[in-house]
């Protein structure tokens, strides 16, 4: 008896927690190919929820250290992260907004109501200048989204001068009465946002119309071309992107977004960010991986007609969406976020990297405390959330030229379903170092990883981990740093290439040097 139960035991083995599994790996250093744009790693700040309001934007009693009512503590944390870009106003939000609410004396601003979050008052306070000066504060690129769903052309024309002329107009008259003499030169220009949904319920057809009147008045100011990025589809619908490509000449776009959500359950019932088990966690991978096949397919359509990828796809609403938590306001999208949102983040980033040859852009949603975010604050408290430590890691990939791989790896299986448990990025930067992200999704094997590195040379090798004893640990207020990077010593050089021991459940970023 007690042999045959030593024997049952030596079967489990392979499944047991800290098993091992294998893969190959061979990146190529001899293609260097496309740059991986800094883009990717852009953020996104809609008036919803916390994050503007009690995010970013305080009281203007508020003891904490702050730039007007612009926490500051926030500002010090994203520019950590090299955060190259932000996009504002929403979202839902930018279709019903009117930016001439947003300026001028801020007592005299009209209140209104969010209606698409929450019902709440909108106080204005927060607007055009505020926006730009905290972007300056940031060091980052605005990405502002003008209002195509309710908004009329004349007024989409107009913000563009009140934030980019330099010349004589009645609009920059306005803006220096405002206090602001020389103009913003704003770039990225979202024509609009979910023009399929809350922004106008349109079809592809008549959204593609209005896209090329709403795009000729909103115009190029000397010294201030626009880059200005059309309202694209809902995660599969392919229609879409074919109606615009075929639609709107290509000069007149230099993006097509993307909206892709990691929904664990149904839209209905999308699960909890905290308490969920193996099979929600691995279901919320599956919907994460979607995006490889979304990038592709879409890719594909805007090859036909842009074989020189002169068009941008913008990934610019990406990440996971829970059920708020208990006990909060089901309008402002409030989670947590846990070590499946640090494999989230850390698996579309690289697939996003992979991809660099046609997504140049990217915004997670959102930046603090809505959705995915990268920080919690509550009063004076502020937590930096596991999806954050993930930006710190990868900003390495930033403006770094991408170098192509090929993995050989093994399947994590739940439930007989089954997905691969690795995925990895890899980039080289300006100063010749290699950088490697590498991503375990397995819950219960470790993955021992043999690379073959064509025309790389290092000498030594270096890494940090994010990861966790479980899929559900978070960050709380109390507890801060349960999930955070830690030095990794699983890397070695061996001769020429390299072998590494990915823990389950993590992520790796590597520097060779
Ligand atoms: O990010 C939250 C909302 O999700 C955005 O306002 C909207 O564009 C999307 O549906």
């Given at each position: 008896?007690?042999?045959?139960?030593?024997?049952?035991?030596?079967?489990?083995?392979?499944?047991?927690?800290?098993?091992?599994?294998?893969?190959?790996?061979?990146?190529?250093?001899?293609?260097?190919?496309?740059?991986?744009?800094?883009?990717?790693?852009?953020?996104?700040?809609?008036?919803?929820?916390?994050?503007?309001?009690?995010?970013?934007?305080?009281?203007?009693?508020?003891?904490?250290?702050?730039?007007?009512?612009?926490?500051?503590?926030?500002?010090?944390?994203?520019?950590?992260?090299?955060?190259?870009?932000?996009?504002?106003?929403?979202?839902?939000?930018?279709?019903?907004?009117?930016?001439?609410?947003?300026?001028?004396?801020?007592?005299?601003?009209?209140?209104?109501?969010?209606?698409?979050?929450?019902?709440?008052?909108?106080?204005?306070?927060?607007?055009?200048?505020?926006?730009?000066?905290?972007?300056?504060?940031?060091?980052?690129?605005?990405?502002?989204?003008?209002?195509?769903?309710?908004?009329?052309?004349?007024?989409?024309?107009?913000?563009?001068?009140?934030?980019?002329?330099?010349?004589?107009?009645?609009?920059?008259?306005?803006?220096?009465?405002?206090?602001?003499?020389?103009?913003?030169?704003?770039?990225?220009?979202?024509?609009?946002?979910?023009?399929?949904?809350?922004?106008?319920?349109?079809?592809?057809?008549?959204?593609?119309?209005?896209?090329?009147?709403?795009?000729?008045?909103?115009?190029?100011?000397?010294?201030?071309?626009?880059?200005?990025?059309?309202?694209g589809p809902s995660s599969d619908d392919y229609?879409w992107t074919?109606?615009?490509?075929?639609?709107?000449?290509?000069?007149?776009?230099?993006?097509?977004?993307l909206h892709h959500y990691t929904?664990?359950?149904?839209?209905?019932?999308?699960?909890?960010?905290?308490?969920?088990?193996?099979?929600?966690?691995?279901?919320?991978?599956?919907s994460t991986l979607k995006m490889e096949e979304l990038v592709t397919k879409h890719s594909i359509i805007m090859?036909?007609?842009?074989?020189?990828?002169?068009?941008?796809l913008?990934v610019?609403?990406w990440?996971?969406?829970?059920?708020?938590?208990?006990?909060?306001?089901?309008?402002?999208?409030?989670?947590?976020?846990?070590?499946?949102?640090?494999?989230?983040?850390?698996?579309t980033?690289?697939i996003f990297?992979?991809h660099?040859?046609r997504v140049?852009?990217a915004?997670?949603?959102?930046?603090?405390?809505?959705?995915?975010?990268?920080?919690?604050?509550?009063?004076?408290?502020?937590?930096?959330?596991?999806?954050?430590?993930?930006?710190?890691?990868?900003?390495?990939?930033?403006?770094?030229?991408?170098?192509?791989?090929?993995?050989?790896?093994?399947?994590?299986?739940?439930?007989?379903?089954?997905?691969?448990?690795?995925?990895?990025?890899?980039?080289?930067?300006?100063?010749?170092?290699?950088?490697?992200?590498?991503?375990?999704?397995?819950?219960?094997?470790?993955?021992?990883?043999?690379?073959?590195?064509?025309?790389?040379?290092?000498?030594?090798?270096?890494?940090?981990?994010?990861?966790?004893?479980?899929?559900?640990?978070?960050?709380?207020?109390?507890?801060?740093?349960?999930?955070?990077?830690?030095?990794?010593?699983?890397?070695?050089?061996?001769?020429?290439?390299?072998?590494?021991?990915?823990?389950?459940?993590?992520?790796?970023?590597?520097?060779?040097?």
């Amino acid at each position: 008896m007690k042999k045959r139960v030593k024997l049952f035991a030596l079967l489990l083995l392979p499944f047991a927690a800290g098993a091992q599994k294998t893969a190959s790996v061979y990146i190529n250093g001899n293609e260097p190919k496309q740059t991986i744009s800094r883009h990717i790693y852009g953020h996104f700040s809609e008036h919803l929820g916390r994050c503007i309001y009690d995010g970013f934007w305080v009281s203007d009693t508020s003891t904490l250290p702050r730039k007007d009512r612009i926490r500051l503590d926030v500002v010090e944390a994203l520019k950590k992260i090299n955060i190259p870009n932000l996009r504002w106003p929403g979202g839902c939000f930018a279709d019903e907004y009117h930016w001439r609410d947003g300026i001028g004396a801020r007592n005299l601003r009209p209140k209104l109501i969010n209606t698409h979050w929450g019902n709440v008052t909108e106080d204005n306070s927060f607007g055009t200048h505020e926006f730009l000066e905290l972007c300056s504060l940031l060091g980052t690129e605005p990405y502002i989204c003008g209002n195509l769903g309710s908004g009329t052309i004349e007024e989409m024309n107009k913000w563009v001068e009140y934030l980019n002329f330099d010349g004589l107009s009645p609009m920059t008259e306005l803006r220096k009465q405002n206090g602001r003499v020389a103009p913003w030169k704003v770039q990225y220009w979202g024509v609009g946002n979910e023009n399929w949904g809350c922004g106008g319920s349109m079809t592809a057809d008549f959204y593609a119309d209005q896209y090329r009147r709403y795009a000729t008045f909103s115009k190029n100011y000397p010294g201030a071309p626009l880059k200005k990025i059309a309202g694209g589809p809902s995660s599969d619908d392919y229609n879409w992107t074919e109606v615009l490509m075929k639609k709107v000449p290509l000069n007149m776009m230099w993006g097509i977004s993307l909206h892709h959500y990691t929904i664990p359950k149904t839209w209905a019932d999308k699960g909890s960010a905290t308490a969920f088990d193996e099979k929600e966690y691995f279901a919320s991978m599956r919907s994460t991986l979607k995006m490889e096949e979304l990038v592709t397919k879409h890719s594909i359509i805007m090859d036909r007609y842009d074989p020189a990828k002169k068009v941008a796809l913008v990934v610019d609403e990406w990440g996971i969406w829970t059920n708020v938590e208990p006990g909060t306001n089901p309008g402002f999208l409030y989670q947590q976020n846990s070590m499946r949102d640090a494999l989230v983040a850390a698996t579309t980033l690289n697939i996003f990297n992979n991809h660099c040859d046609r997504v140049k852009m990217a915004n997670l949603a959102q930046t603090i405390n809505v959705l995915q975010a990268l920080i919690l604050t509550k009063g004076h408290q502020l937590l930096l959330t596991p999806t954050y430590h993930v930006f710190d890691l990868y900003k390495v990939h930033q403006d770094a030229t991408w170098l192509p791989l090929q993995i050989n790896g093994p399947e994590y299986a739940v439930d007989g379903q089954k997905l691969p448990a690795l995925n990895i990025s890899a980039s080289k930067d300006s100063n010749g170092v290699v950088h490697i992200s590498l991503v375990n999704l397995d819950a219960n094997n470790t993955i021992t990883i043999k690379t073959a590195l064509n025309g790389i040379s290092f000498k030594t090798v270096t890494g940090q981990a994010i990861t966790a004893a479980k899929f559900t640990d978070v960050n709380s207020f109390e507890k801060p740093d349960v999930v955070k990077p830690t030095a990794f010593n699983g890397a070695k050089k061996e001769g020429d290439n390299l072998v590494v021991t990915v823990p389950k459940l993590s992520v790796v970023v590597l520097e060779l040097k």
